[in-house]
């Protein structure tokens, strides 16, 4: 039996169609008077696994599945969501670290989704990412003033003993004595290392960082003092951030709008505040149920999901939530919801929104 569909899917769903995950004309890109600094529509990357010496063995990975999103000028979007929801490759989709699949991601107006790497250039200079391990991504064998010096000869930034004075600047941005551009990685805390690789990120004085769980792999007193750095460098050079990470704590205190990800889709955007104080969709209102905040007796009680998360290997038709989802029907088994907008600021991938 074909179950029955609300009236408020059936107005843009027929039958059981394939997935439209655009938000182009009914999503936050037409409600906001903004122009976006970034935009990817439909945005698709696949990994094969399991690949032999066989012509077509392997499996298709689907870890970013139809994407669509915005990133506006001097904001910091939180992209947020479970271990293995795609994160981290959609952050690098967005960097063209990884060849797109499908879709198309532009750039200040102009589309970048097949640039070459001489296209790339002068992207890569405006366009900056912040990995999650500081210790890996530090080549061990260099000293800090030879990582940074490498960065500004690439981009011909600055020349001579302009380059000098460039570290310098960059130490002190970052909040690092100029003495230790002298020293190996090895000799710094963990702390310390992702502030060399922020400032490495900075010496191309870019607009839109991309940072990767920055703060993931550091103690807890040390994460608040780079998200401390954080918001300071958005404030002092005018930066554009896009924050992934799973601290949902951490991502309400630097982020001005969230987006909330899971298996390879975004199932909710909003401002930040809105969000958090009224999700919409069930697996955010289940993340924010998480965060711990043992002096409020009043808060939301404690949402556990059921079932295990799908593989991206194998994703259910549909909406990719039905099977944890304590409030799925019938319909959200059959028709993947597209990613609407309910408000001016906020949009949700939702059959049956929350109230």
Known sequence: MTPSIPSNVASRTTGLSAPD????????????????????????????VGRTFRPGSGRTLHAVDGISLDVFPAETLGLVGESGSGKSTLGRCLTRLYDIDGGTLSFEGSDITKADTRALKPVRRKVQMIFQDPSASLNPRRRVRDVLAEVLKVHRIREGAGIEERLGELMDLVGLRQEYLDRYPHEF????????????????????????EPVSALDVSVQAQIVNLFSELREKLDLTYVFIAHDLAVVRQVSTRVAVMYLGSIVETGETDALYARPS???????????????????????????EIPSPLDPPAGCKFSTRCPHAQAVCREVRPPLTAISNERSVACHFPLA
Not at 34 to 48: D, E, I, N, Q
Not at 193 to 205: C, K, M, S, T, W
């Open 189 to 212: 805390s963990g702390g310390q290392r992702q502030r060399i690789g922020i400032a490495r990120a900075l010496a191309v004085e870019p607009t839109l960082i991309v940072a990767d």
């Open 21 to 48: 995950t655009s938000i182009h004309g009914t999503g936050e890109t037409c409600l906001s008077p903004r122009v976006p600094l970034m935009s990817a529509r439909s945005l698709v990357k696949t990994f094969t």
């Open 281 to 307: 969709h069930p697996y955010t209102q289940a993340l924010l149920s998480a965060i711990p905040q043992p002096h409020n007796r009043s808060r939301r009680g404690r949402i556990l999901l059921t079932g």
